[in-house]
Nanobody
Framework: QVQLVESGGGLVQAGDSLRLSCTLS????????MGWFRQAPGKEREFVAA????????YYTDSVKGRFTISRDNAKNTVYLQMNSLKPEDTAVYYC?????????????????WGQGTQVTVAS
């Protein structure tokens, strides 16, 4: 059974950085497409970033391009989301997700496995 565990969230000031981690157990992360989503209070869960295992392609929503970086360490079975220049509007619960699907990675419906989420709060 695939399990995802996120960590690294917290309370930071605007302009600070955080690195989220997502460790996959039960399978090898190198064979999965991995994504990060976030959900702010009262809003739907939205795509943030993704990484395709086959060619290491990366994808970002426009609001985080140039500030966030998704990466993976296959030896540690872990995916990271480095978040720089954080803004109050980045405040949300961040979720890690995994899929073997070869389709678009922007849609949460294409992911089969989800972590429990980690809270990121950015104070102004």
């Amino acid at each position: 059974q695939v399990q995802l565990v996120e960590s690294g969230g917290g309370l930071v000031q605007a302009g600070d950085s955080l690195r989220l981690s997502c460790t996959l157990s039960g399978r090898t992360v190198s064979m999965y497409n991995m994504g990060w989503f976030r959900q702010a209070p009262g809003k739907e869960r939205e795509f943030v970033a993704a990484n395709r295992w086959s060619d290491s392609s990366t994808y970002y929503t426009d609001s985080v391009k140039g500030r966030f970086t998704i990466s993976r360490d296959n030896a540690k079975n872990t995916v990271y989301l480095q978040m720089n220049s954080l803004k109050p509007e980045d405040t949300a619960v961040y979720y890690c997700a995994a899929t073997r699907s070869g389709g678009t990675l922007y849609y949460r419906e294409n992911y089969n496995y989800w972590g429990q989420g980690t809270q990121v709060t950015v104070a102004s």
